[in-house]
């Protein structure tokens, strides 16, 4: 079930209204939207709403058994009893055909023959995120951070909440289960606003990601070879502003429907490309994966404690389990590993300046940090490339065509261009302008609110190509 079908919509609209009209009694409303969640959830396959089942059952008890622990070693042992089972699912669907191909290649290589089977597993939706929002449950309750939920049916309804399921925000317990509990009030502005962000959201992916991705980045991608370097560095920057107007709907269409529902989540994006340094740019990049991997991988790690070595250490193996968590590919793995490398060079820059007692790298001259700031995008457009590339010989042909310089641009036409402009322009967009535009929506009547939505429905129905493109975060 696409965000952008006529079958989410008619689920949203039947659940809030069912959700509102039973809000006041005890458990229903309850019932009614892990309902919902499970049928959006079964669109998928029927057959995994019992693993995201099992796995939200294990948590429950996990959360419950830590609490009444009397010591923090049995503690342990039950906390590791939940990351081992969640580990093992993810191992199994996600990455033992993975490691099983790399084992048998490598054996081929040295003259043996392994010939491991392969199981060919069809991938659940969304696995990582539910998988990943649910051991932070479990380790937050392990800390002492947050009381294990009473609630069985309130805790299977945080794990599967549907508008954040399948490709987030990776939202933590003390972000929903307190709205679960306390079912605070419909607020109409905030309902407004949750309207706005979905409009805003579909706009993104089907004026602008959804254009790029047909019109431009598949091509270049499919076959790089047909296209001048201008040609295919247009399409690498166009994958840049595919895969941010791409999540970055997504995020604004979960949060708005969560809105909805009286529920407040965090913001997941902050104009990534306009990041000065690459520590700026994961603190505007998918924020709520970002603030995971550091509050349950860096910082258990060792974080910055252990010395410059260990720092170094660990931001390389946290990028890198960052990129296989999006996929178990090779390329994800260089994808991670550039991150990583390029955030140990930049740790390693500010702290020898810190010893010479020099002030920020950057320092306060707007010339370089504007050098900064095109530098930083243009990193991440390379690493872009292996993110995108299908495999590792995809990607080295795109590097290959981009060194040829060759400056031909017969097949950037000006409706290619103006969809990357476009696309650019809603990242570039001030953000008091967009609040702006929020609250003058919300501070206009029902029927004009309405009449807005329909005639915005309308205008990227016209838009909409005869092509489903799916949201790219559905794949991990």
């Avoid at 609209?13 to 019932?31: D, E, K, L």
């Avoid at 959830?41 to 099992?54: D, E, K, Q």
């Avoid at 605070?184 to 991705?213: N, Y």
Wanted: glycine content about 8%; charged content about 15%; aromatic content about 16%.
């Amino acid at each position: 079930m696409q965000f952008n079908s006529l079958e989410y919509a008619l689920l949203l609209g039947v659940a809030f209204v069912a959700y509102w009209a039973t809000v006041q009694r005890p458990v229903v409303p309850t019932v009614l939207l892990l309902v919902a969640n499970y049928v959006f959830y079964g669109s998928w396959n029927h057959w995994y709403l019992l693993l995201i089942f099992a796995s939200s059952t294990v948590d429950y008890f996990v959360g419950r058994a830590i609490a009444r622990a009397p010591e923090r070693g049995r503690k342990k042992a039950i906390l590791w009893l939940s990351l081992t089972y969640h580990l093992s699912i993810l191992a199994l669907f996600k990455y033992y055909d993975f490691f099983v191909t790399t084992t048998n290649a490598a054996g081929a290589h040295l003259g043996m023959n392994p010939n491991l089977p392969l199981l060919h597993l069809i991938l659940p939706a969304g696995i990582s995120f539910f998988t990943f929002q649910s051991m932070s449950y479990a380790i937050d309750v392990y800390r002492g951070e947050i009381e294990p939920e009473d609630s069985y049916l309130r805790y299977l309804a945080f794990v599967s909440f549907f508008p954040q399921l399948v490709a987030g925000p990776i939202v933590r317990a003390r972000d929903l289960l307190p709205g679960l509990r306390e079912r605070p009030p419909l607020i109409a502005a905030e309902a407004s606003h949750g309207l706005f962000l979905i409009l805003i959201g579909l706009t993104k992916k089907v004026a602008f990601a959804d254009p790029l991705a047909l019109n431009l980045v598949d091509r270049v991608f499919d076959l790089p070879w047909q296209f001048s370097s201008l040609e295919v560095l247009t399409g690498v920057y166009g994958y840049a502003f595919q895969i941010y107007c791409d999540f970055s709907a997504y995020s604004d269409i979960a949060i708005g429907s969560a809105l909805l529902f009286g529920f407040r989540f965090p913001p997941n994006f902050d104009a990534p490309y306009r990041a000065q340094d690459l520590q700026d740019f994961w603190r505007r990049w998918h924020i709520s994966l970002s603030s995971w991997l550091r509050d349950y991988l860096y910082v258990p790690l060792g974080g910055n404690r252990g010395g410059e070595v260990a720092t170094y250490r660990n931001l390389m193996l946290t990028m890198l389990l960052g990129g296989l968590w999006h996929g178990a590919s090779w390329n994800f793995v260089v994808w991670g590993l550039l991150h990583g490398g390029a955030l140990a060079v930049l740790r390693y820059l500010q702290r020898s300046r810190a010893k010479r007692g020099l002030g920020p790298l950057l320092g306060e001259r707007p010339a370089a940090r504007v050098l900064a700031g095109f530098v930083t995008f243009n990193f991440v457009c390379l690493a872009w490339i292996f993110f995108r590339a299908r495999t590792w010989d995809d990607a080295m042909a795109v590097l290959d065509r981009l060194s040829e310089l060759s400056l031909s641009a017969n097949n950037l036409g000006w409706v290619v261009l103006a969809t990357l402009g476009g696309a650019a322009a809603t990242h570039l967009c001030p953000r008091a302008l967009f609040d702006a535009a929020s609250r003058r929506f919300a501070a206009l009547p029902a029927w004009a609110q309405a009449l807005v939505l329909v005639a915005g429905l309308q205008g990227l129905g016209k838009l909409a190509g005869t092509e489903v493109v799916p949201f790219i975060y559905f794949q991990f």
